[in-house]
């Protein structure tokens, strides 16, 4: 089959294309920057390199596929992250139509049941009602949790400090999911194009912050690792001088801890947790890949 994917070579997409291509199938990574051409041709793909917010651009990529995974990259550019969401969602639901793709598996998150939810929740919520008005297109829309990789991006405060943390509590649950697993649904989805209708699949574990400090500190030797709950003016501020612009800081960090804390972020991930697709990838394997990352340099 002919398979469009949007998401370049990211922690997603480089392994959905692998296993993918390892299946047969031709795919086609989208791509916003042309230095990526020759390492998507070396995973023996089909590089479409162009802007996913330039409808005439999707248009021609999404042309002549019979599947497409959807996802939207951060708006690091966009002057307003919701709206810049929605207008990518609105370009997708419009390609697939104009070119009569059959099967859709769209990327959107935990949260995405609130069509006002926090961060990015409330925009993924439109772009999955956008792509179920495709009358003759079936769609599965994948929701998983927090990243473990995002945990890379505490090492300097776990090396400077002796903590990690958020704005929540040590006791507070989040759902997590390692970006492979992820990668794993979707491309079981686009090989056997098994799901008809319009679908929704959990990916993701509960687990509090307490215990991700508990496990990764044992991981590298420090098992006196703390969760610090930090206030959202004090998160706001580290991460803005961590280089984070005060909209990005504020939608895909502190509005979702926010929502974990006042508890009505996970209803329905809880609702659907029994048909919620299982981590392959344990927090403690994911560790084990932080440990190493983190003993770089450290004598």
Do not use: C
């Not at 927090?146 to 991006?153: A, D, E, R, V």
């Not at 961590?242 to 895909?252: H, R």
């Amino acid at each position: 089959m002919n398979i469009t994917l949007t998401g370049s070579l990211g922690n997603i997409s480089l392994p959905l294309a692998q296993q993918l291509i390892s299946k047969g199938h031709t795919v086609t990574v989208v791509s916003h920057s042309p230095e990526r051409a020759n390492a998507i041709t070396a995973i023996q793909a089909i590089p479409a390199i162009g802007s996913v917010d330039d409808p005439g651009f999707l248009r021609e990529a999404f042309k002549g596929a019979d599947a497409v995974y959807t996802m939207i990259p951060p708006g690091f550019q966009a002057t307003d992250i919701r709206q810049y969401m929605r207008s990518v969602g609105d370009g997708y639901a419009n390609a697939i139509a104009d070119n009569g793709v059959k099967y859709v598996v769209n990327l959107s998150s935990v949260g995405a049941h609130l069509p006002d939810g926090p961060g990015p929740a409330g925009a993924n919520h439109y772009v999955e009602a956008r792509l179920n008005e495709l009358t003759d297109t079936h769609v599965l829309h994948l929701r998983p949790g927090m990243f473990y990789t995002n945990f890379f991006g505490s090492i300097p405060m776990i090396k400077q400090q002796h903590i990690i943390g958020n704005n929540f509590d040590a006791g507070v649950n989040m759902v997590l999911t390692h970006p492979r697993d992820i990668a794993a649904v979707a491309a079981e989805a686009l090989d056997t194009l098994s799901f008809t209708g319009k679908h929704i699949r959990y990916i993701g574990h509960e687990i509090t912050g307490g215990e991700v400090a508990a496990v990764l500190g044992k991981a590298i030797g420090q098992p006196d690792l703390a969760w610090i709950g930090f206030s959202d003016n004090d998160l706001l501020y580290g991460m803005m001088q961590n280089g984070l612009t005060e909209q990005m800081a504020q939608v895909y960090v502190i509005e979702i801890g926010v929502a974990l804390r006042e508890g009505n972020l996970l209803d329905s991930y809880r609702e659907h947790r029994s048909s919620a697709a299982g981590s392959i990838h344990s927090f403690h394997h994911f560790a084990e890949e932080f440990a190493a990352v983190y003993l770089q340099g450290v004598e």
